[in-house]
T-cell receptor, first 112, second 109 residues
Framework: DGGITQSPKYLFRKEGQNVTLSCEQN?????MYWYRQDPGQGLRLIYY???????QKGDIAEGYSVSREKKESFPLTVTSAQKNPTAFYLC???????????FGPGTRLTVL | AQRVTQPEKLLSVFKGAPVELKCNYS??????LFWYVQYSRQRLQLLLR??SRESIKGFTADLNKGETSFHLKKPFAQEEDSAMYYC???????????FGQGTELSVKP
């Protein structure tokens, strides 16, 4: 089940720690996205990147950081500044511009 | 403001009954709209998009620009249709998707 992968599947973090969620794609897509999924709130965009070495904040970027050093990879760091980080995180990719996005299986982050 | 609204959090129907999941949007330009589905323990996947005007798994959705709606319909629901459904709008900026809150469809036997 390739395409777009995320790791780990489950992640536990103590308060005050930074953690990094991995997202890799082998679809040769230019654009990549990070969403946060909370019950009753749908998916909310954290960060997105349309091209290597460039990324933009989404609607809820505070407390998160990203990098895009390679086309295939778009890791998300959840910092200690994120007040409510417990959530399900989804990574997606697409060819540049508008159109269908392909989603990874997600990472469930729990702050203890 | 760009927004997608799904007014129903949960929709419960019996097998064989018609189902309609509502989606309304606000967008100043020409929208590109999608329905995504998330079955239990599976990843979010595209169900259909308004441009293709296809019927997927018996589902259809018509874009109504006058009512700014993109409701998802199926004449006879099946138990395997039980899932979380998200309506999404593709924004011009960066190709990002704006999602509705999601509707959980439960099809009872």
């Amino acid at each position: 089940d390739g395409g777009i992968t995320q790791s780990p599947k489950y992640l536990f973090r103590k308060e005050g720690q930074n953690v990094t969620l991995s997202c890799e794609q082998n679809l040769n897509h230019d654009a990549m996205y990070w969403y946060r999924q909370d019950p009753g709130q749908g998916l909310r965009l954290i960060y997105y990147s349309q091209i290597v070495n460039d990324f933009q904040k989404g609607d809820i970027a505070e407390g998160y950081s990203v990098s895009r050093e390679k086309k295939e990879s778009f890791p998300l760091t959840v910092t200690s500044a994120q007040k409510n980080p417990t959530a399900f995180y989804l990574c997606a990719s697409s060819t540049s511009g508008r159109g269908e996005q392909f989603f990874g299986p997600g990472t469930r982050l729990t702050v203890l | 403001a760009q927004r997608v609204t799904q007014p129903e959090k949960l929709l419960s129907v019996f097998k064989g009954a018609p189902v309609e999941l509502k989606c309304n949007y606000s967008y100043s330009g020409s929208p590109e709209l999608f329905w995504y589905v998330q079955y239990s323990r599976q990843r979010l996947q595209l169900l259909l998009r308004h441009i293709s005007r296809e019927s997927i798994k018996g589902f259809t959705a018509d874009l109504n620009k006058g009512e700014t709606s993109f409701h998802l319909k199926k004449p006879f629901a099946q138990e395997e249709d039980s899932a979380m459904y998200y309506c999404a709008l593709s924004a011009l900026q960066g190709g990002k998707l704006i999602f509705g809150q999601g509707t959980e469809l439960s099809v009872k036997p």
